[in-house]
């Protein structure tokens, strides 16, 4: 039986001019899900190509879930996005250009070549770069609002998780902490319903991951992660609660990974009507339906806006390319803080 709240989907347009949006930020949203998917989709291009190193991690199907929640955080708010989260990175402001040298290894590329193709983020963006242990990230999260807490700041973290990542004990220390000390953060749950290859039903036993959030002290949510504009409600909604001294909130985004748990995985397992189903509900497929419907995106509106993507990712990519190699002689650099490097240090 299921304990979380379900979100209704957004319908009318003066809803979404309630929660803040006028015509050209929704454009605006269209347009960094069209970079995000882009991005991606270029970066399996280079993969194929032997262009970058690794694995290679894809949200294809999740840019809706990431692009609304991104939209919905302050200047000044701070988040742990995971590798189904490109939109994050898209919307908080990062260039595709160093993305794609991130991808590459390059010297351009957020971590200058020192940490894994998806392990990237912009500090100066209120971003922390996640690490392979993703539920180790909520934790880091809550420290952040911790700290907002202890300093008085009128700021939230928002922690990104998926559900195979709830199974952890991080995930639980997190949450506890974050209940009990009634925490600005908000937990955001990119169900994709597949752990790799397990899926849901072998993960957990509640209806929805969101259900548990009652046990921890605060709100659960679950909103369909394929409706970009419920996502950005719903995130809107825990995030200016949360900033007003309301605690945490559980948002749990249900879409499907559209794509193998990486490029290596074909995703045998997945059922193909399964495939099927969520394809016909694509996150992008269906707010361009909506843009046509209520704000009468017209062809020429729609053209400038893919014109300009395929431009800006054309030129990112070149740019990309042209980015060095990093230089042995420095790999150290900036891996390791030194007392100096810290404001307070620990030893003193």
């Not at 200016?240 to 490029?263: D, F, Q, S, Y």
């Not at 059922?271 to 269906?286: L, S, T, Y």
Request: charged share 25%.
């Amino acid at each position: 039986m299921a304990i979380a709240r379900e979100a209704e989907p957004v319908g009318s347009l003066s809803e979404v001019k309630e929660a803040g949006l006028d015509r050209e930020d929704l454009l605006g949203i269209y347009r960094n899900m069209l970079i995000t998917r882009g991005v991606e989709e270029r970066g399996h291009i280079l993969y194929r190509q032997g262009k970058i190193p690794g694995s290679f991690y894809t949200g294809r199907g999740n840019e809706a879930a990431s692009t609304g929640v991104a939209t919905a955080m302050g200047p000044d708010d701070v988040g742990t996005p995971l590798h189904r989260d490109m939109g994050v990175h898209i919307t908080r402001g990062v260039e595709p250009w160093k993305i794609f040298a991130q991808f590459m290894g390059r010297q351009d590329g957020p971590t200058h070549g020192r940490d894994g193709n998806v392990h990237m983020a912009d500090a100066k963006l209120g971003m922390i770069a996640m690490v392979s242990h993703l539920p180790a990230m909520l934790p880091v999260a809550v420290g952040c609002a911790l700290a907002f807490r202890i300093r008085e700041e009128r700021r939230v973290a928002v922690a990104w998780f998926g559900e195979g990542a709830s199974a952890r004990g991080d995930t639980h220390e997190g949450m506890t902490l974050a209940g009990t000390r009634d925490l600005p953060v908000v937990f955001v749950c990119d169900n994709n319903q597949w752990a790799y290859s397990t899926p849901t039903h072998l993960e957990f036993a509640t209806e929805h991951v969101a259900d548990r959030a009652q046990a921890y002290g605060f709100e659960g949510v679950v909103v369909d992660g394929t409706d970009v504009l419920a996502v950005y409600r719903e995130a809107k909604r825990a995030i200016e609660k949360a900033r007003n001294g309301g605690g945490p909130t559980l948002i749990e985004c249900l879409t499907l990974r559209m794509e193998g748990h990486a490029v290596h995985d074909d995703a045998f397992y997945v059922p193909k009507v399964m495939f099927e189903r969520w394809a016909e509900n694509d996150p992008i497929e269906r707010f361009r339906t909506w843009l046509r419907d209520n704000v009468g995106m017209s062809d020429d509106d729609e053209g400038e806006i893919t014109t300009g993507v395929k431009k800006l990712l054309n030129d990112a990519l070149q740019r990309a390319e042209d980015s060095p190699m990093p230089d042995a002689s420095d790999l150290t650099e900036g891996v390791y803080a030194t007392p100096e490097d810290l404001d307070t240090p620990h030893h003193k």
